[in-house]
């Protein structure tokens, strides 16, 4: 199995600052025959489901606001907000769907 | 937009079996996979059982001796067991619907399953 792990486990940013979320695999997502890496990350408020916001490491989900962006390839990735709001509160996890689907264990993000 | 629509009985005893059935809404069913995945304080979030449209499963390793998953496409829902729950199955369970060599698109509104004696 691939092995997904989150950096930080929590995070607290001030409004309208950069928070930033790192995810590291333990093998390459990046297929080559067609360049993609197969990296994913979701926002889940409590409560609720978790929602896709990026895909293909970088590619937004429809309706996702531009301050969530999504970077990295190979093994390491990287999501950030670039001004975070009130609503962004949430557990943020990494995905890889390369082979099989695995999860990283989350980072919890709160305002300081 | 596809909309899932989960529901089955949220509280066991040790030994019983989970059932949980997720109904389809909008889009084409047969056009998608279709998951089963559970999260829990301790494992975090877990891929439990796939299906296809054509009914071909595939099952996570570390419990594929307790899980069937079945569809019936003339519902447009599909279906999840796991036999011989332990308090270690205690999670929130959710179905999942994507494309092929996509992330999860779609996701249920989760149910608590809870087993204690």
């Known amino acids: 199995d691939i092995v997904m792990t989150q950096s930080p486990d929590s995070l607290a940013v001030s409004l309208g600052e950069r928070a930033t979320i790192n995810c590291k695999s333990s093998?390459?997502?990046?297929?080559?025959?067609?360049?993609?890496?197969?990296l994913a990350w979701y926002q889940q408020r409590p409560g609720q489901p978790p929602k896709l916001l990026i895909y293909?490491?970088?590619t937004r989900e429809s309706g996702v606001p531009d301050r969530f962006s999504g970077s990295g390839s190979g093994t390491d990735f990287t999501l950030t907000i670039s001004s975070l709001q009130a609503e962004d509160v949430a557990v943020y996890y990494c995905?890889?769907?390369?082979?099989?689907?695995?999860f990283g264990q989350g980072t919890k993000l709160e305002i300081k | 937009q596809v909309q899932l629509q989960q529901w089955g009985a949220g509280l066991l005893k040790p030994s019983e079996t989970l059932s949980l059935t997720c109904d389809v809404y909008?889009?084409?069913?047969?056009?998608?996979?279709w998951s089963w995945i559970r999260q829990s304080p301790g494992k975090g979030l877990e891929w439990i059982a796939e299906?296809?449209?054509?009914?071909?499963?595939n099952y996570n390793p570390s419990l594929k001796s307790r899980v069937t998953m079945s569809v019936d496409t003339s519902k447009n829902q599909f279906s999840l067991k796991l036999s011989s729950v332990t308090a270690a199955d205690t999670a929130v369970y959710y179905c999942?619907?994507?494309?092929?060599?996509?992330?999860?698109?779609?996701w249920g509104q989760g149910t608590l399953v809870t087993v204690s004696s």
């Open positions: 999942v619907g994507y494309g092929s060599g996509r992330p999860y698109d779609f």
């Open positions: 093998q390459s997502v990046l297929y080559s025959s067609n360049n993609k890496n197969y």
């Open positions: 995905q890889q769907y390369y082979s099989s689907y695995t």
């Open positions: 299906i296809n449209h054509s009914g071909g499963t």
């Open positions: 293909w490491a970088s």
């Open positions: 909008g889009g084409s069913f047969s056009g998608y996979y």
